[in-house]
């Protein structure tokens, strides 16, 4: 009886010892604690496609990571009060914890940090994506500092509408009068000289979007519209996609419009140079991971290749005469119709398999009955063979 109830005990004790064991293997690799700020709010395209690109990357790593992410919201509040409010917040909320990284997402959350990174961040490395206005004055005297510059090919998607509109003789700029805005339109103004000589380009900026859609609809027919960055009115009021394009009523639009901005594509806008905020977000992960594996921030270069892809929609294309064949290689074509073959390929292929297994089981018949015939001939010649042997035998 007690030589039972030893091996029992001794049962439970290893039965718990390899139930807990990788529990303790997982606990003994500490999390290393990532921060994700956000200068936008959640919902836009943009900030979502960043997400979805750095989670991803993460999911993926060995680093156990534990990733926290705050929207500063900056579209729909951006004052010096409402700043002041959110270095109070961050500073409390974080007071005690040591993050192994920072990611900032565009502009004003890297200015943000910038400002508040000793206090609030405790001196943590900070990986940026997204910024606009980059030049190398703006890290003087930050240390453990790098990321990835958004520089959207502004140029490319110019001079691709006027390739694709050879008629063009005017090219209007729309974007709104925030940070973003400001530095897209400095941009255009770089490159001036640069596009086509023969169209004029003309700027409807720092408007209200009803008085930006009243001159659009007064352009003459040979214009070609570039909408850039417009989250927020004259006003102060955030404005999301659908809201843009609806106030300017460009799904109605007689002249075709071009943007890099992925959000407005779907809604009434041909295409143009997209920036990808998924590979985007890959990347800055990715610098994240260099850092929590040891190496420093200061040593990761900047990178300054933003991502981007030459992206339309198919029935602006259409609805414009665009042939496929004059987009860039490469181009990604929303909604485009499926083949006949697209529509209907898991149809074909069990027809395929119908008509393969019935030829199958034809061939397998017609070899039977070849073999049937060919079985009955013999036995036919046999029994002749045997009627004339046992004919010739004497009675």
Same mark, same amino acid.
Not at 174 to 196: F, P, W, Y
Not at 212 to 218: G, H, K, M, P, V
């Given at each position: ?184 339109? @400095?941009?255009?103004?770089?490159? /001036?000289?640069? *596009?086509?000589?023969?169209? !004029? ?5 720092? %408007?209200? =979007? ?118 860039? @290689?490469?181009?990604?074509?929303? /909604?485009?119709? *499926?083949?006949?073959?697209? !529509? ?5 292929? %069990?027809? =395929? ?43």
């Amino acid at each position: 009886m007690l030589k039972n109830r030893l091996t029992r005990v001794v049962a439970v004790i290893l039965f718990l010892t390899f139930c807990c064991w990788p529990a303790t293997l997982v606990q003994s690799q500490p999390s290393r604690r990532v921060l994700l700020l956000h200068s936008y709010h959640s919902g836009m395209t943009w900030v979502d496609d960043l997400n979805a690109g750095i989670s991803e990357v993460f999911r993926k790593d060995q680093v156990n990571v534990y990733f926290q992410v705050e929207y500063m919201d900056t579209k729909h509040n951006s004052g010096v009060e409402y700043l002041e409010m959110l270095h109070e917040l961050f500073r409390a909320k974080y007071a005690g914890l040591k993050f192994d990284v920072v990611i900032t997402a565009d502009d004003a959350a890297f200015h943000f940090v910038r400002a508040h990174r000793q206090e609030v961040f405790h001196g943590a490395p900070v990986v940026f994506c997204g910024l606009n206005d980059y030049s190398p004055e703006i890290l003087e005297g930050l240390e453990d500092v790098t990321g990835i510059v958004e520089q959207g090919d502004v140029k490319s998607t110019l001079d691709l509408a006027v390739r694709l509109h050879p008629r063009a003789r005017q090219l209007a700029i729309i974007t709104d009068n925030s940070d973003t805005g400001r530095t897209m339109k @400095a941009q255009v103004e770089r490159v /001036r000289k640069q *596009l086509n000589p023969s169209v !004029q380009l003309v700027f409807l900026d720092n %408007l209200p =979007l009803t008085v930006i859609a009243d001159r659009l609809s007064l352009l003459p027919a040979d214009s070609v519209v570039y909408l850039g960055p417009y989250t927020v009115d004259l006003s102060g009021v955030g404005m999301d996609p659908a809201s843009v394009v609806r106030t300017l009523r460009l799904d109605q639009s007689s002249l075709p419009v071009y943007t890099t901005n992925r959000s407005f594509l779907g809604r009434g806008l041909v295409g143009g140079y997209v920036i990808s905020g998924v590979a985007l977000g890959k990347r800055a992960a990715g610098l994240a991971i260099r850092i929590i594996n040891g190496e420093t921030a200061s040593a990761v270069p900047i990178l300054v290749e933003t991502p981007e892809l030459p992206m339309f929609d198919y029935p602006q294309l259409e609805r414009f005469s665009i042939a496929l064949s004059e987009l860039p @290689a490469g181009s990604v074509v929303l /909604r485009q119709p *499926l083949s006949f073959y697209g !529509q209907f390929r898991n149809w074909i292929l %069990l027809a =395929l398999i119908f008509v393969g297994c019935q030829s199958a089981l034809i061939v397998v018949l017609t070899l039977n009955i070849r073999k049937r015939k060919k079985a009955q001939e013999e036995l036919r010649e046999s029994e002749k063979k045997y009627r004339s042997l046992t004919s010739s035998l004497p009675e």
